[in-house]
């Protein structure tokens, strides 16, 4: 089931037992490399099920695997990767950016899995994380799901790929350190009617995410929350009825002392109602990080690449152990 199930696509011998108590982690949605600036697309309401073309696949592809190799994090989460999607014009998204990291595990869980079509139209779609250590251990949580299918064709099947990592303590040996970092790579639901979906799975992302902190874990949230994480005041020219998918983030039902991690100066996402133009498509930030009261936000920075390649923009953060 792609609900529950996780593919190690590369577990290198030589990778660290541990992580150290700084990390740096981009999250990013990368649209499978379909949606970039010359995209749009027919959920968002714009016209389009397919990226402009298979060129266009590839030049987005180029331009997201020189951003992540520009990041140097020692955690990605990446959303939306896919795999030889017809979506994507079978370009295979997910093997080109494994192969870009040999140095570092790969897991992926697909959220997006198509059944019994043939080869060129089956769709594997879902979040790939890559880490310069070990695990200790991965699995999935899963979420609620939307009740009606995307397009009226797929049903994507929401949940956490949690992974666990060892954490460098000079003070004491691996075996009596039992504290982990615990990183969730995170995609909640977009187009569940006045954002029903998406409390439900707030709700559950939280009561796994606190019972983590409980046993002592410094337990970090990513990726794409499809809620408004701060409010912002983009200049834009959208008209409503293409801003039917906002909802904010329930920041009163927040667990106390857990903290948002976003760059209030730089959008993380954009309309797909039409290719992009800037100060006409509206643009917001619901991509970054939540984290666990023992866990310090040092540093958080969207890198902004005009979104020429993607419709979200990566964001990154450095973060310690308190």
């Given at each position: ?22 990390i ?168 569940d009617e ?6 439900k ?38 008209p ?63 890198l ?19």
């Amino acid at each position: 089931m792609p609900s529950i199930k996780i593919k190690i696509l590369n577990e290198p011998k030589e990778l660290p037992a541990q992580l150290d108590k700084n990390i740096s982690i981009t999250a990013w949605n990368i649209g499978y490399a379909g949606l970039g600036e010359k995209s749009d697309f027919i959920m968002d309401g714009g016209k389009s099920y397919l990226p402009p073309s298979r060129a266009e696949v590839k030049s987005n592809l180029f331009g997201i695997k020189e951003t992540l190799l520009s990041l140097n994090s020692d955690v990605f989460l990446l959303q939306e990767v896919s795999n030889k999607s017809p979506l994507s014009f079978l370009v295979p998204v997910r093997s080109e950016i494994v192969a870009l990291f040999p140095n570092f595990l790969a897991i992926f869980r697909a959220d997006i899995a198509s059944r019994g079509l043939p080869w060129p139209l089956r769709v594997c779609h879902g979040t790939l994380s890559l880490a310069k250590a070990k695990l200790t251990s991965s699995n999935v949580i899963t979420l609620p799901h939307e009740p009606t299918l995307l397009a009226g064709l797929l049903r994507r099947r929401y949940g956490l790929l949690v992974s666990r990592f060892a954490i460098k303590n000079n003070d004491k040996p691996i075996e009596k350190n039992n504290k982990q970092w615990v990183i969730a790579n995170l995609h909640l639901a977009a187009f569940d009617e006045k954002g029903a979906t998406r409390q439900k799975q707030f709700d559950a992302v939280f009561a796994f995410a606190k019972q983590e902190y409980k046993k002592g874990n410094y337990v970090v949230l990513g990726g794409d929350w499809n809620m408004e994480l701060t409010k912002t005041t983009f200049t834009h020219k959208t008209p409503k009825k293409h801003l039917f998918w906002r909802i904010g983030f329930p920041l009163d039902r927040l667990p106390k002392g857990w903290k948002i991690g976003v760059d209030e100066n730089v959008p993380s996402v954009r309309t797909m109602h039409k290719p992009y133009v800037r100060g006409e498509n509206y643009t917001s930030i619901i991509d970054g990080f939540i984290v666990s009261p023992n866990v310090k936000i040092k540093k958080i920075k969207t890198l902004d690449t005009g979104f020429k390649n993607t419709d979200h923009l990566p964001v990154s953060g450095n973060f310690s152990t308190k």
